[in-house]
């Protein structure tokens, strides 16, 4: 079965080179697919010493280069790297009875340098770095570092369902950077957890997040939590903010008062939302036993909305001369 063949942007010729070597294929020629390039399953990859194995009992593809695997399942927007879930921009799928992977994603993953000559239409991809250039670097920033950002998308507990994308921009505050992180660094999470306003509740909305995205393309898994960027929360550490020690977790959104929404952590029973959880952490926010149900409004963020994320684990990302 082809899978979408109709959006595929072009019908030129796509080349790709692997350390100068032209890579030949078959049958079966890349093509460009939502601004990403998809390549045959064989070819490519066995020139960067990868072994690739189609496992039709899973409908997956396995490719393992070194120390490193990665798992596809054909039309599934996740993969599996050494085990862990990370999102796809453009799945695995079927094209003319052969398998078509993203080529940048694979790449990366491996630690190669991918570029795009556009002139020529060519991926060009460099398994040890680029000789004429100076070599890349890496930076790490340590958990429990809050990254601050701005919301691009508008969000509701009224009108949003759980699994709804997002995109948030990094809040530099007119710096070039932050902590490492260019300025123009986007965040890309979902909406974990909704539920509307009702007479006995308040809005609630969740948020999670999947990875970043850096100016030059490359795209970083990120593990984190959100959390607010007022005093109570963060500690102002000589321009960079780190989380309280007291700072609570599993923040979410809840409509309550005049504001958008106030961040209460709430401590779900199975992951459920009841009246009396939403009720009880708010009446533990506000130190009384009850709240008033006249401010119940639902939870409305809009875009240019400030939030913080609290890494959970570090975030190692590469680094280039220019940027």
Known sequence: MCVACASIASAQRIHTTVDGTHVTYPDVEPVMMNGRVMVPLRGVFEHMGAYVEWQPEFNQVRITNADTVVVMRIGSDVATVNGSVLPLDSPAMLLRGRTMVPLRFISETFGHDVFWNAPVRTVEISTAGSPSSPPYGTMTIRRDTVVPFRLQTNLSSSASRVGDRFVATLDTDGQLEYEGLPMGTTLEGRV?????????APGVIG??????RLPNGNVYAIDGSLIGLDA?????DNGTLRARQDAPDDLKYVGYGAAAGILVAILTD????????IGGALGYLFGRTQVDSTKYNDVSLK????????????????????G
Request: no cysteine; glycine share 8%; aromatic share 6%.
């Open 232 to 236: 109570k929360s963060v500690i102002n």
């Open 270 to 277: 199975g992951n459920i939302l009841t009246d009396g959880l």
């Open 303 to 322: 875009a240019g909305t400030e939030f913080g994320v609290r890494l959970d684990e570090d975030l190692t990302f590469r680094t280039a001369p220019n």
């Open 192 to 200: 974990s957890t909704v539920r509307a306003k009702t007479r006995t």
């Open 207 to 212: 948020l999670e997040f999947d990875r970043v």
